[in-house]
């Protein structure tokens, strides 16, 4: 294949970006950005009743399970927000991909907010464990609030809960599966301390659910430091190895994989081939896309071209 025909194909190789960003959604309101605005706002609601009887009925316990929910309420609103501006901004050439970005970037706020609200739980923790006289539960109250919590929680899966839930919806779901823990564990503390009188066992259990806070500030922070600092989300050697298997392919070079969000993954690919007509090009083109989908790939943009003797030397000047 000549020169021009190599430039040809590289040129027309844009046509062949069949998952690009505007099937992402920049149109209406989604199905699952008002799931996530309904559960939003349920947490909320239940975390302002959670910190008002922790602070009136001095539960540590019922405080670390309110920051825990207020977390995750941060995280909705914060995804909501985040789907609902990607969806309706961003559009046109000004943003090549939209406003997606905005949901790393708001992961990544969210799980800073986070690690503060733990200090300070295991902080009040670590001063009713050395005084245990500071700890006046009134155990009803903190009993009915915990409850309140835990139905606030339950009601929120069932909200999230279907046949087919996104991405962003899984992860919600999950993280109120561990807020009705924490409900739980409020509810078995206060029973404990009233049965057998040892008081500890409210800062202790504050501790423990603000350590399962920290883990998830910590996953939040390196799922989204992971996107913003372009780590490799595939397995590279794996598509080389299948790409290499594809008729007309003699060579894979520059290969490049990130994310925008967690729902986008882009790739940039240099191939080299000994094809020597458009209609051959284009069918190797065609199955390299269909090979980059299949794992997982959104968005391509693939450069054809034939081999040649100082493509080490060209591709040192650009790539890594």
């Not at 960003?21 to 989604?30: L, M, N, V």
């Not at 503390?189 to 008081?199: D, F, H, M, P, W």
């Not at 603000?210 to 996107?227: D, F, N, P, Q």
Request: charged share 20%; proline share 2%; aromatic share 8%.
């Amino acid at each position: 294949m000549s020169h021009d025909e190599s430039a040809h194909t590289h040129d027309d190789s844009r046509s062949h970006d069949a998952h690009d960003h505007e099937g992402h959604g920049h149109g209406g309101e989604s199905t699952s950005s008002r799931k996530l605005a309904a559960v939003s706002l349920i947490n909320i609601v239940g975390f302002l009743v959670e910190l008002a009887g922790g602070l009136a009925f001095g539960s540590v316990a019922l405080l670390s399970d309110a920051f825990h929910m207020l977390f995750d309420a941060l995280a909705y609103v914060m995804a909501f927000a985040a789907s609902h501006v990607a969806e309706h901004y961003g559009d046109g050439d000004r943003w090549s991909y939209g406003l997606h970005r905005l949901e790393p970037f708001a992961a990544f706020i969210n799980g800073l907010l986070l690690l503060p609200m733990v200090g300070f739980i295991i902080w009040e923790s670590y001063q009713r464990f050395l005084d245990p006289a500071l700890i006046s539960i009134g155990v009803v109250p903190t009993l009915a609030i915990a409850a309140g919590g835990l139905v606030v929680n339950v009601g929120s899966v069932l909200v999230l809960h279907g046949d087919a839930m996104s991405l962003n919806e899984k992860g919600a779901f999950y993280h109120l599966l561990g807020d009705a823990g924490g409900s739980v564990a409020v509810i078995v503390s206060v029973l404990a301390i009233e049965v057998t009188g040892i008081r500890v066992i409210d800062p202790i259990t504050a501790a423990l659910i603000a350590a399962v806070v920290a883990w998830s500030a910590v996953t939040v922070l390196r799922g989204s430091g992971e996107i913003f600092f372009l780590k490799t989300p595939l397995e590279s050697d794996e598509i080389r190895a299948h790409v290499r298997e594809i008729v007309g392919v003699d060579q894979v070079d520059d290969f490049h994989v990130w994310q925008i969000c967690s729902q986008i993954t882009v790739a940039t690919m240099h191939i080299e081939t000994d094809v020597e007509t458009m209609t051959e090009a284009e069918s190797v083109l065609r199955r390299v896309h269909d090979e980059l989908a299949s794992h997982g790939i959104d968005h391509a943009t693939v450069e054809l071209g034939p081999g040649y003797a100082d493509r080490d030397v060209h591709l040192d000047t650009h790539c890594h």
